[in-house]
């Protein structure tokens, strides 16, 4: 901890914003979104690439994402504002471009992720209440996202707390349901250290750390409620790595477990593998109880996304990079429905374009960037002292945040490049269509004084 005075801290009444998140409210919260689709719809797609060792590129994004949590848990103590790495960027690099591509990163990131949790939704484990098409049981559940989201941060973090706990409860129960397995001997432990044949172990583990990163990524998205946190500086970078540790470890032993009781070809070949799991066990559990847990879980990580998205989207407004429309509130809830409605629109389109795996490769694409300002940020902002103790980590935490960042973008393929392309450009789109008429305003009033 640091603690060097010059700048000073926001007071507790200097936001439109309503502080009501406490230490417990904000770890559900990260535990919730990282907690989320990525464990319960991507374990197949890992156990594809990387054959039954599926905990290891597990454990290896989780000390990847570690890296770069310890410079938001920097950051986010030094400069407790919503918009997170925008805000982040803008004093770092002083350039209202960079900012604005950052925070357009984590904008986009953030709506192309909950249309892919809303095709999850909508996929396998609904199929099992009611078979409807998928594209219509998308939009709806995007609508009801956001009228919780609408409704107020402490309702949706209350809806965030039993959500959390359930979603973990299924998670727990795969893990209970492997040792079961192993203990009547129908398990094959050999399993969790096998590699699929005619590839070398650490080109699979490094392909399916890519997609097991995606498990972890919405660690960020707490950088973003940083103005509603009652107690910010001291009680972030503890929810924060507890969040962390805490899903990393149940994703290990969740790895384990769908190793033992199934062999990686039949968890790669279902879109609900633990689903496939819990059936391979055959100890009771009916189909219908561990679909809605996985329901729940997909409900959670989209909520919590929408959340990060519009206050994203109203943080921008509020820098005078995104129209200043989207920083309206509602005169009660103090929610900014206008970005929240705006960012849901996108996401029902999003949902139209593309499956849940490419999605989430093009969520990371867009969020890797993000990460890579972040950790520069870290760098070049040591020098700006603020008043108060913050988090600090040691110099080598940021450049090795930097490092993995790189190789994970190393690792991406040609066809999630084009649609994070297209996603950007539209981004650019948006800032030249926002920044000309205020450089035009600017331009009047300047020739106005001169006279």
């Given at each position: 901890?640091?603690?060097?005075?010059?700048?000073?801290?926001?007071?507790?009444?200097?936001?439109?914003?309503?502080?009501?998140?406490?230490?417990?409210?904000?770890?559900?919260?990260?535990?919730?979104?990282?907690?989320?689709?990525?464990?319960?719809?991507?374990?197949?797609?890992?156990?594809?690439?990387?054959?039954?060792?599926?905990?290891?590129?597990?454990?290896?994004?989780?000390?990847?994402?570690?890296l770069t949590?310890?410079?938001?848990?920097?950051?986010?103590t030094?400069?407790?504002?919503?918009?997170?790495?925008?805000?982040?960027?803008?004093?770092?690099?002083?350039?209202?471009?960079?900012?604005?591509?950052?925070?357009?990163?984590?904008?986009?990131?953030?709506?192309?992720?909950?249309?892919?949790?809303?095709?999850?939704?909508?996929?396998?484990?609904?199929?099992?209440?009611?078979?409807?098409?998928?594209a219509p049981?998308?939009?709806?559940?995007?609508?009801?996202?956001a009228?919780?989201?609408?409704?107020?941060?402490?309702?949706?973090?209350?809806?965030?707390?039993?959500m959390?706990?359930?979603?973990?409860?299924?998670?727990?129960?795969?893990?209970?349901?492997?040792?079961?397995?192993?203990?009547r001997?129908?398990?094959?432990?050999?399993?969790?250290?096998?590699?699929p044949?005619?590839?070398?172990?650490?080109?699979?583990?490094?392909?399916?750390?890519?997609?097991?990163?995606?498990?972890?990524?919405?660690?960020?998205?707490?950088?973003?409620?940083?103005?509603?946190?009652?107690?910010?500086?001291?009680?972030?970078?503890?929810?924060?790595?507890?969040?962390?540790?805490?899903a990393?470890?149940?994703?290990?032993?969740?790895?384990?477990?769908?190793?033992?009781?199934?062999?990686?070809?039949?968890?790669?070949?279902?879109?609900?593998?633990?689903?496939?799991?819990?059936?391979?066990?055959?100890a009771?559990?009916?189909?219908?109880?561990?679909?809605?847990?996985?329901?729940v879980?997909?409900?959670?990580?989209?909520?919590?996304?929408?959340?990060?998205?519009?206050?994203?989207?109203?943080?921008?407004?509020?820098?005078?990079?995104?129209?200043?429309?989207?920083?309206?509130?509602?005169?009660?809830?103090?929610t900014?429905?206008?970005?929240?409605?705006?960012?849901?629109?996108?996401?029902?389109?999003?949902?139209?374009?593309?499956?849940?795996?490419?999605?989430?490769?093009?969520?990371?694409?867009?969020?890797?960037?993000?990460?890579?300002?972040?950790?520069?940020?870290?760098?070049?902002?040591?020098?700006?002292?603020?008043?108060?103790d913050?988090?600090?980590?040691?110099?080598?935490?940021?450049?090795?945040?930097?490092?993995?960042?790189l190789l994970?973008?190393?690792?991406?393929?040609?066809?999630?490049?084009?649609?994070?392309?297209?996603?950007l450009?539209?981004?650019?789109?948006?800032?030249?269509?926002t920044?000309?008429?205020?450089?035009?305003?600017?331009a009047?009033?300047?020739?106005?004084?001169?006279?």
């Open positions: 901890m640091t603690s060097p005075p010059t700048d000073t801290a926001p007071a507790a009444s200097d936001t439109k914003l309503r502080r009501a998140v406490t230490g417990p409210l904000l770890f559900l919260f990260i535990l919730g979104d990282v907690l989320g689709a990525g464990v319960y719809a991507l374990v197949g797609e890992v156990a594809g690439e990387v054959g039954g060792a599926i905990w290891v590129p597990l454990l290896g994004a989780l000390v990847l994402a570690l949590a310890g410079s938001y848990a920097e950051l986010v030094k400069y407790p504002r919503a918009g997170g790495s925008a805000v982040f960027a803008e004093r770092a690099f002083r350039s209202p471009v960079v900012a604005f591509l950052v925070g357009f990163c984590m904008l986009a990131a953030g709506v192309t992720s909950a249309a892919g949790l809303a095709l999850a939704f909508a996929g396998d484990y609904l199929g099992v209440f009611l078979d409807v098409p998928a049981a998308a939009l709806v559940f995007l609508l009801a996202v009228l919780l989201n609408a409704r107020g941060i402490q309702e949706s973090l209350r809806a965030n707390l039993v959390t706990l359930v979603e973990t409860s299924g998670l727990v129960l795969v893990v209970v349901l492997g040792a079961v397995v192993l203990g001997g129908d398990g094959d432990p050999g399993r969790a250290l096998e590699f044949p005619g590839v070398s172990a650490g080109t699979a583990v490094l392909a399916a750390a890519l997609l097991a990163y995606y498990s972890f990524v919405g660690f960020e998205t707490s950088a973003n409620v940083a103005e509603e946190v009652r107690d910010v500086r001291r009680v972030y970078p503890r929810a924060l790595f507890g969040a962390l540790l805490t990393g470890a149940v994703y290990v032993l969740v790895g384990l477990a769908a190793a033992v009781v199934l062999p990686p070809e039949e968890l790669a070949g279902s879109s609900g593998p633990l689903l496939e799991v819990v059936r391979a066990a055959d009771g559990v009916p189909d219908w109880l561990f679909s809605l847990v996985a329901l879980a997909v409900a959670n990580g989209a909520l919590l996304t929408m959340i990060m998205a519009s206050r994203m989207a109203y943080g921008l407004a509020e820098q005078h990079l995104l129209p200043a429309v989207l920083g309206r509130v509602l005169p009660r809830r103090r900014p429905w206008v970005a929240i409605a705006v960012t849901t629109v996108v996401a029902m389109a999003l949902t139209l374009v593309g499956d849940l795996a490419t999605l989430a490769s093009t969520v990371v694409l867009l969020l890797l960037f993000v990460f890579l300002s972040t950790n520069a940020a870290v760098l070049v902002l040591r020098r700006d002292r603020v008043e108060g913050h988090f600090r980590v040691p110099a080598v935490v940021p450049v090795l945040g930097i490092a993995s960042c994970l973008l190393w690792q991406q393929e040609a066809r999630t490049w084009a649609l994070a392309g297209v996603l450009a539209v981004g650019v789109l948006l800032y030249l269509v920044a000309l008429p205020r450089r035009r305003a600017e009047r009033e300047g020739d106005r004084a001169g006279h």
